[in-house]
């Protein structure tokens, strides 16, 4: 996997644009903003010829934390009916593993904990955006899940999503504010 502004054919991709692990560009691994060929030249963050994993990694990094700070506002809008990038796709799955948290039962079954162990333990494989498939791959093994119960798996998803967020130069969230958000909402009745 790489990242490079460069495709192996002549047609220039746009700045940023990230390879997946089969030597093409992967949308599914880079942000609609720097997948759209921009009007004005920005920077890149991508480097030609460097050709690893480690590469394709740092792009992405600095092209979410580009994100995060707001930059590229123009190159953002995308309309429902198109194929999620690596952001709508993850929202999406974060919304997911953060419901199922919520939900997961105070005191799960062996079974049940093993569906949860599964199901986590599957994302590495399957995810497809393959850079953060494999960041969450060591993720986990270096932290692995808490399903013990439905607070400690909440907690340590919160936990594993701040990771998330500090890698790519977002805020970190108030894990203490984890049901409220996905199960709860506000006391101020206003998703009620
Ligand atoms: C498993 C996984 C790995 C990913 N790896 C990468 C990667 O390597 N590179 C990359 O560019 N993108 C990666 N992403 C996508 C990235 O995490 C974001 O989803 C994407 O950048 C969109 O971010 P966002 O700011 O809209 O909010 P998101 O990070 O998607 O968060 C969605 C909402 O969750 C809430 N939230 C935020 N943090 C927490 C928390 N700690 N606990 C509970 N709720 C929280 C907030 O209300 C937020 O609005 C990954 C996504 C997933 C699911």
Not at 9 to 16: E, K
Not at 41 to 67: E, F, V
Not at 180 to 188: F, V
Request: hydrophobic share 30%; glycine share 6%.
């Amino acid at each position: 996997m790489s990242a490079t502004n460069q495709s192996s054919s002549t047609r220039p991709l746009p700045p940023g644009t990230v390879l997946g692990p089969d030597g093409k560009p992967c949308k599914i691994c880079t942000s609609f903003r720097n997948w759209k060929l921009p009007t004005s030249s920005r920077a890149t963050t991508a480097s030609p010829n460097k050709g690893d994993a480690a590469q394709a990694m740092a792009s992405a990094t600095a092209l979410a934390a580009s994100a995060a700070a707001g930059e590229g506002d123009t190159h953002t809008r995308r309309s429902a009916h198109c194929p999620p990038d690596v952001e709508s796709l993850g929202r999406a799955t974060w919304t997911f593993l953060h419901t199922t948290a919520a939900y997961y039962p105070e005191s799960p079954t062996p079974t049940q904990r093993a569906h949860m162990l599964q199901l986590l333990h599957s994302l590495p494989q399957l995810y497809p955006c393959s850079h953060c498939a494999g960041d969450l791959g060591a993720r986990l093994q270096r932290r692995p899940p808490d399903v013990r119960s439905r607070a400690a798996l909440s907690a340590w998803l919160c936990a594993t999503h701040n990771e998330v967020n500090v890698m790519l130069g977002k805020p970190t969230f108030d894990c203490a504010r984890v049901d409220e958000r996905w199960k709860d909402g506000p006391k101020d009745g206003s998703c009620d």
